[in-house]
């Protein structure tokens, strides 16, 4: 079985997931139902799991890759009510054609191991469903058309990490094979050092925190990941978050990963009760904090327009150098809309202040 697991992954046109390793494999864990009755474990799966064939599911069993309780079972075996049921899939081969393009990348960082690259919101980090094109990873096989690990046509050629299409900020790419497993375990490991800044909604009661739970596909929208407790579904996951700025209705903070799962910061956030802001995803593209006056309302919309996408950037990264073996260190600016969101906050807020003190 391959060390790194693949991660959950959200189909949708416009998203991609926020998780770590690029691995060859995918892993899913059950309970049976208290309520359920006897049924062979290859039908019981096909039942439960979406675009995943019977004869997928057999061959899973044959290779020893289904597991009750932790030991393998073949396609007959029944299942019971409360049996523990875990199957580990090949991810289906891609028949993706990646096209080489010339788009201008902000490279913070290149030598023979790794690129850094401060992406841009908007960007796609590799092809899939309706993004075929105009992706980082198309932009790198044309940057790196020298390189044989981006000669493959893989359409995850040298990541090691990604971050959602309208997240900015910094990814590292591994140049070669011995580069990409190196850096690769140290995501694996948790040992890499991650912060995020990101403008929520609300006043938050601690000035620091953390937040620990479960993450995984919500039970009612398959697009959202959910919050669970631990052990009933999902992958560990922790969040360290800081208040760096308090303005008003909302808070300026920066996140620490312990782990990297889908949507992580914007999950947890949600969880808080103090979701991104601008975020369609998980509620924060409304007014949730304020006043009900029209003047505040046209406030906040001319916000969303600033900064038309959820106010999230990977703000720094460090890890070892797969070659040097020396730390590492990158970081980079807020993009101009949230720098321009940020300013919008703090004239209004000091405004406020100003007219209250002449009240």
Known sequence: ??????PDFISEEEEEDEDEQSGLYEHFNFTVDKGQGMLRIDKWLTNRMEKVSRNRIQSAADAGNILVGGKPVKSNYKVKPNDIVSIVLPYPRRELEIIPENIPLNILYEDDDVIIVNKEAGMVVHPGHGNYTGTLVNALTYHLKDIPLFQSGDMRAGLVHRIDKNTSGILVI?????????????????????VYTALVWGNMEEDEGTVVGNIGRSLKDRLKMDVFPEGDHGKHAVTHYKVLERLGYVNLIECRLETG???????HMEHLKHPLFNDERYG?????????FSKYKQFVSNCFDICPRHALHARSLGFVHPTTKQPMYFESDLPSDMKQLVEKWRTYISSREIELDEE
């Open 1 to 6: 079985m391959k060390e790194y697991e693949e």
């Open 174 to 194: 591994a140049k070669n094979e011995y580069a990409h497993a190196y850096i690769a375990k140290q995501f694996f490991d948790h040992t890499t050092k991650r």
């Open 284 to 292: 924060g593209d409304i007014v949730l904090k304020g006043t009900t």
């Open 261 to 267: 799962r889908t949507h992580q910061i914007r999950v």
